[in-house]
C-alpha cells in the first residue's frame, strides 16, 4: 500500500542539540500530520500540515511541509529530556487515509 | 474528557482461541480504525470504518474481523489467533479520516502463545 518513508529511524541526540526528522512520500499527499509517542505510551497528535510550503512552530518544534507535498521535516532545538520518543509522520493520500511511517526513535543523551 | 477507550490492555493467550478487543469513543467520532505496531515496522492499519456498519480493510487485515454497529463501538476480533499477531494494537478515532486529528486509545499487548 501506499507509505510514508522516514528517515532516520534512529536517533541519539545530545541534551542541548538540534536534530530534524523527515519524511517522503513518492506521491503527492494531501496533507500531512505528526505524532509523538512516548516510551510506553501512544500516539499523540502533534500538528497537521496542508499547504505547499507551508511552516508550523510549536515552540522549539518546527514543522515544514515541502513545495510539492512530497516530504515533510520536523526539526527540535535545544533537545530536552522530555523530547524522547518516537516520532511518526502519516500521509493522507487522495483515498481518505492515513498511512503512518515506520517513526524516528530519538534517544536523548543527558 | 474526550477519550478512546481499550480494553484489555494486556492480553495472554493461546493460539486459535477467539478472543476480541474492544475499543469504545466519546467524542461521537464517525471515523474509527485500528493499527498494530511492531518493532521497526511502524503502525499498520488493519481495518478503518467510516461510520455505522461501513467497514473496509487496511493494509494487514488477514487473521482479524470488525463490526462497528454503533457510532462508539469499534472492537477487533480475532477468531482464531495465531503467534504472528503477537503484537501492540491501537483502536484511534477521528472526526473525519484525514482532515483532523486522530486519538489514539492507550493500547493493548497481545501476546499469543
Known amino acids: 500500500g501506499q507509505q510514508v518513508m522516514q528517515i532516520p529511524q534512529y536517533q541519539h541526540v545530545q541534551e542541548g542539540e538540534d536534530f530534524t526528522t523527515y519524511c517522503n512520500s513518492s506521491?503527492?499527499?494531501?496533507?500531512i500530520q505528526w505524532y509523538k509517542q512516548r516510551p510506553g505510551g501512544h500516539p499523540v497528535f502533534l500538528i497537521q500540515l496542508v499547504k505547499s510550503g507551508e511552516v508550523k512552530k510549536q515552540k522549539r518544534l518546527t514543522f515544514q511541509f515541502g513545495e510539492a507535498k512530497k516530504n515533510s521535516s520536523l526539526h527540535i532545538t535545544a533537545t530536552q529530556t522530555t523530547d524522547v520518543g518516537t516520532y511518526f509522520c502519516?500521509?493522507?493520500?487522495?483515498?481518505?487515509?492515513?498511512?503512518f511511517g515506520k517513526g524516528n526513535q530519538v534517544v536523548v543523551i543527558p | 474528557e474526550a477519550q478512546v477507550t481499550q480494553n484489555p490492555r494486556y492480553l495472554i493467550t493461546v493460539t486459535g482461541k477467539k478472543l476480541t478487543v474492544t475499543c469504545s469513543q466519546n467524542m461521537n467520532h464517525e471515523y474509527m480504525s485500528w493499527y498494530r505496531q511492531d518493532p521497526g515496522l511502524g503502525l499498520r492499519q488493519i481495518y478503518y470504518s467510516m461510520n455505522v456498519e461501513v467497514t473496509d480493510k487496511g493494509d494487514v487485515p488477514e487473521g482479524y474481523k470488525v463490526s462497528r454497529k454503533e457510532k462508539r463501538n469499534f472492537p477487533l476480533i480475532l477468531e482464531s489467533p495465531s503467534p504472528n499477531q503477537t503484537s501492540l494494537y491501537f483502536c484511534?478515532?477521528?472526526?473525519?479520516?484525514?482532515?483532523?486529528?486522530?486519538?489514539f486509545g492507550q493500547g493493548t499487548r497481545l501476546t499469543v502463545v
Open positions: 506521491t503527492t499527499l494531501s496533507n
Open positions: 502519516a500521509g493522507v493520500y487522495g483515498n481518505n487515509r492515513l498511512a
Open positions: 484511534a478515532s477521528s472526526r473525519d479520516p484525514t482532515n483532523t486529528e486522530a486519538f
